[in-house]
């Protein structure tokens, strides 16, 4: 933050950033909890979520659900390697990526490899049958390589925050 407004180079002051913090780690405050938590009164704290989302701070909120109690056993990292690195085959490959509900996210990455990409599946069999009917099928794939999850130590991380309120 400057010493002249209190706010950070994004333009956020502290109550946005209190506000941000909040809503991370529970999204389903009401307005009236979150400025009580934040110590501004409702309307001011309404004003300021509401232009948190008009720029595109917060981009949405939804529920954390547990996988494995909807049977989604298996959490893999494939690391995909593209046929071809030109700009038409690999936005080609992201648009059939995006669609596939399985891949639960996808990054395009340095080094060895292509994209990375997290998918659940119910089993090892299921993982299996979606990596040689699905992925190995996907336009411009060469190969693929997968590690799964053996457990979880930290998932559904709130962003760091720790930078803006300097």
Same mark, same amino acid.
């Not at 002249?4 to 506000?19: E, H, K, N, Q, S």
């Given at each position: ?33 979150? &400025? ?7 309307? /001011? ?30 959490? &893999?990292?494939?690391?995909?390697? &593209? ?17 596939? /509900? ?36 996907? /336009? ?14 930290? &998932?559904?991380?709130?962003? /760091? ?6």
């Amino acid at each position: 933050m400057d010493d002249i407004g209190g706010t950070t180079a994004t333009g956020l002051d502290r109550y946005d950033v209190a506000i941000l913090a909040a809503l991370q780690k529970e999204a389903r405050l009401s307005n009236a909890e979150l &400025a009580a938590r934040i110590g501004l009164s409702a309307a /001011p704290t309404w004003r300021r979520v509401r232009r948190l989302e008009e720029q595109g701070f917060i981009t949405g909120y939804r529920a954390e659900i547990d996988r494995r109690k909807l049977g989604l056993g298996v959490l &893999a990292f494939v690391r995909v390697d &593209a046929d071809r690195n030109n700009g038409a085959a690999t936005r080609e490959l992201e648009q059939a990526i995006r669609a596939l /509900p399985e891949v639960i996210a996808c990054h395009y990455i340095s080094g060895a490899g292509t994209f990375e990409l997290q998918v659940m599946a119910t089993d090892l069999d299921a993982f299996s049958r979606f990596s040689i009917d699905t992925l190995l099928n996907l /336009p411009n794939v060469k190969d693929i390589h997968t590690s799964f999850s053996l457990g979880e130590v930290k &998932a559904g991380g709130a962003l /760091p925050l720790g930078h803006l309120r300097r």
